[in-house]
């Protein structure tokens, strides 16, 4: 199977749109249709290194990296619940970026993606945390010298209305008992979700 490498890829821009040609050996073989850093992207320059015969090792790959992450400790020292919710965003990343080997990537390669998914300030944060630990652990690995990780400051997520006086006595009129019990216990402890999860009886005082 051919997998994906940039170091061919020719820039131009023309009335500030950007254009990207696949250009080797001082020839151009065609442009490049797709956005970079998305999968029809990957598709498009995969078609054209096939045409010259380029492989490379799955262990080279970004999955190679995502499995060696899976079992560092960094993974194993998260909790159950923060697991799941990489998991997702792993998914994710193996889907677009698997079969690419780990040593193209760069940070123009990286701000281009994160350009793509900012209209999803929180996934996107998501996925450049769990990108930045597998890349750490392809470094770790041997599999590249340093990661090309930019340092991002997060998208802003917006902000949380709290409830109104009305909104609490609403819900603890009409709302489901389990979930009253749950808001209750939120409510006067003012403890955060994972906190609440984790309580016991033996956490209670009178």
């Known amino acids: 199977m051919v997998f994906v490498k940039f170091k061919y890829i020719d820039t131009n821009i023309k009335k500030g749109r950007v254009y990207r040609y696949y250009k080797r050996g001082g020839r151009s073989y065609g442009r490049i249709h797709g956005e970079l850093g998305t999968a029809e992207f990957n598709r498009e320059y995969e ?3 096939e045409g010259f015969g380029e492989t490379v090792k799955e262990t080279d790959t970004f999955n190679a990296a995502a499995a060696l992450y899976i079992k560092s400790a960094a993974w194993r020292e998260k909790s159950d619940g923060t697991k799941k919710t990489y998991a997702g965003a792993l998914k994710f990343l193996r889907e677009t970026f698997g079969t690419e080997p780990i040593a193209s990537f760069t940070a123009v390669h990286i701000n281009a993606f994160r350009d793509q998914t900012a209209h999803q300030p929180a996934t996107c944060n998501l996925r450049l945390a769990v990108m930045a630990q ?6 770790s690995n041997g599999l590249i010298p340093v990661s090309p990780m930019p340092k991002f400051k997060k998208l802003k997520t917006g902000e949380y ?3 109104t006086t009305d909104a609490i006595n ?5 709302g489901r008992a389990d979930l009253v019990q749950v808001a209750a216990m939120a409510l006067h402890t003012g403890q955060r979700k994972g906190d ?7 956490d209670v005082e009178d």
């Open 47 to 49: 078609r054209f290194n």
């Open 161 to 163: 209305a709290p409830w």
């Open 134 to 139: 597998v890349l750490h652990a392809a470094v």
């Open 196 to 202: 609440c999860l984790k309580m016991a009886w033996g």
């Open 170 to 174: 609403l819900f603890w009129g009409q």
